[in-house]
């Protein structure tokens, strides 16, 4: 049974962190694009994907990030575009997650990005950034400086696993598993290095 953050009472959040439910975030933008699309489109469709997701797997639905980088590449601000610089939208994010790690919440979140489609677009990229910038913060404050120069990580590749399905695999069947798959429309990006949508139940 998947829920909602915004109607979710800590009792259901405490059993999503201990069963390691996905965290799911619509991205969007308030853009302008054209005379038949509504402003919200971009956001519409991403809450859309997590919805139908969160139909078909247990999952937290987070509240969408209603205003992104959706720069005036269509139309200027005249037609209503509201744009957020990529500076100000990473850190945003930044804080958001940074909230998520803070109550415990370090595998499973992945952002649903609807807005573009090609590969690290602005919006893709603060996502990214804020991701990383967190990720290298929370290895340095648990694990200390030269975490990653320490022998015991020279492994690291070789032993890193994923999940699919519940399935602990290597990364190279990771890899494999996904070449297939289309994910520009869902372009999840997973800062945990744990996987357990396939693409049959994502699309």
Not at 135 to 154: H, R, T, V
Request: glycine share 6%.
């Amino acid at each position: 049974m998947s829920i909602n953050l915004a109607f979710t009472y800590p009792k259901e959040l405490e059993k999503a962190k201990k069963e390691n439910w996905p965290f799911l975030i619509p991205v969007g933008t308030m853009e302008y694009h054209s005379a038949h699309c509504p402003f919200g489109c971009d956001s519409l469709v991403s809450i859309g994907i997590a919805d139908r997701i969160a139909e078909k797997i247990d999952a937290v639905v987070l509240p969408p990030v209603w205003y992104g980088v959706a720069s005036y590449a269509v139309a200027g601000p005249e037609k209503g575009s509201i744009h957020v610089d990529c500076v100000t939208c990473e850190a945003y994010i930044y804080c958001v997650l940074k909230s998520l790690f803070r109550a415990g919440i370090h595998k499973n979140i992945y952002f649903i990005i609807s807005h573009q489609t090609e590969d690290y677009n602005p919006m893709e990229l603060a996502c990214m950034k804020a991701a990383r910038k967190l990720i290298f913060e929370y290895l340095e404050e648990n694990d200390g400086y030269g975490w990653w120069g320490n022998n015991e990580n020279k492994d690291f590749y070789e032993n890193l696993k994923f999940s699919v399905d519940g399935n602990q695999i290597t990364r190279e069947e990771f890899l494999d598993h996904h070449k297939s798959v289309d994910l520009a429309i869902f372009s999840p990006f997973d800062i945990s290095c744990e996987y357990p949508i396939s693409s049959e139940k994502a699309c």
